[in-house]
């Protein structure tokens, strides 16, 4: 397939690269700044670094719109396509239908829109195994689709058909999963220093939990501490602790009700 | 060494296989349920099953404390230790000076009481690389704490001298990094379950957060999601979802304001 990349960010960065991995040409990189473009195409065999969104000359089939949320708004106002392009954007949490009326109040021809997430955290320093990354795609019409599942699953074992309401719901439950979950790693690492401790001791037994939570059935399961333990003379020595560090005292008595809650 | 372990769970059950492993005696097994006991000393070379607190006739030198935090006052009442004995309870919650204070209240021999924890969660189904566990050790006299932080330096390559303070700490910092973070994975399960999602499509994603977030200098320094982004309109519209299940709307208002509190 022939595709350019609108943006050069992290996620424009790992689906150009596995593209040209898979065998797909890569035309054009947008972004504002031409040498954020250029560091992409650099790693590329033949794209071309562009500043412009005048793509009406593009050789591309599928447009691929990785920029920030914030910025799909501006994007679309100023972009021009190729007929019978597909403009798939890769957010979490933009519905298709807002890309579609982004398209139709500031073009006359109809644009063909989907959705191409990749649902994974991406950093430009690390490396990721595309093939592990599921893949959700949503399109307005079945030849779109059926294309942008074929190139998913020509990058990765797991592609799956999803709306944007279901992908809303799968962004809330991310949110819990990896952003709360990583600033309690935080708030944990902050309790350490705090004493002086070495955060270091700590790993192993996270470790180990995350393995458990992934293995079981369902996590709630696994669930350890003494809130589900009903350890009460435990909680109230920790909220003691706690009593000068409002946000960790509320977080701790707000987590320790809702397991208490589950596991009634 | 020669050592008896009370208590028949799964701390117990890990740290007698990796005693016997690492050529020390185990001697006796109690527990109040003589088949527990028996389930422990049918995988070790030697060790008696008994549900007596009597020890005075025992060969131990050293006594592991297994019991859950709740059960501790009660068998210290009724133990029956040989002279010298070392008393090391596995608990993290309870601190040294409270097992001095019970065997004092119970004995008339002054008992060397010591601690012996394994920062691990452990399973019964479930293998541990005992080398990886952080063994946090405390004595009340030189020679026990020797002779402990040599026996943990056998089965582990991580062997600290932590007072009851920072064992307490190190406890709080568990429970944000530990039972929190897996109730966090539990709610998020229940919410794809209710959209008919399968959860293992975000298992990929929560993989790499833990791994990203141990690798890092600190968790906050890899943080992402709409809250450290500042996008209200993203949280805003999660709220709005969320907005009649309380638990999971107070979970996604304060950690949201804990994490912007964090990164203002």
């Given at each position: 397939m022939k595709i350019s990349v609108i943006g050069a960010g992290n996620v424009a960065w790992h689906l150009s690269i596995a593209f040209e991995n898979h065998h797909?040409?890569?035309c054009e990189i947008y972004s504002r700044q031409l040498s954020k473009a250029k560091a992409i195409t650099s790693m590329l065999y033949q794209a071309e670094a562009t500043?412009?969104?005048?793509?009406?000359?593009?050789?591309?089939e599928l447009f691929i719109l990785a920029v920030s949320d914030d910025a799909i708004a501006e994007v679309c106002s100023k972009l021009v396509l190729p007929e019978n392009a597909i403009l798939a954007h890769t957010s979490g949490t933009r519905s298709l239908n807002e890309l579609q009326q982004l398209m139709v109040s500031y073009h006359d021809l109809p644009i063909r829109c989907a959705v191409f997430y990749p649902l994974m955290t991406f950093s430009i320093q690390k490396r990721i195994q595309m093939k592990e990354v599921p893949f959700c795609i949503e399109a307005d019409e079945e030849m779109a689709e059926n294309q942008l599942v074929k190139l998913a699953q020509g990058l990765s074992k797991t592609v799956y058909l999803i709306s944007s309401q279901e992908r809303k719901v799968l962004h809330v439950a991310a949110v819990f999963a990896c952003n709360f979950t990583n600033h309690l790693l935080a708030l944990a690492k902050e309790i350490t220093i705090e004493e002086e401790l070495e955060f270091d001791l700590l790993k192993p037994l996270i470790k180990e939990t995350f393995q458990k939570a992934m293995a079981a059935e369902h996590p709630a399961d696994v669930q350890t501490g003494p809130a589900v333990r009903g350890d009460n003379s435990t909680m109230n020595n920790h909220l003691i602790y706690l009593k000068d560090r409002t946000d960790l005292f509320e977080i701790y008595e707000i987590m320790s009700e809702s397991i208490q809650q589950w596991h009634a």
């Open positions: 797909h040409q890569v500043t412009s969104l005048d793509f009406s000359e593009s050789k591309a």
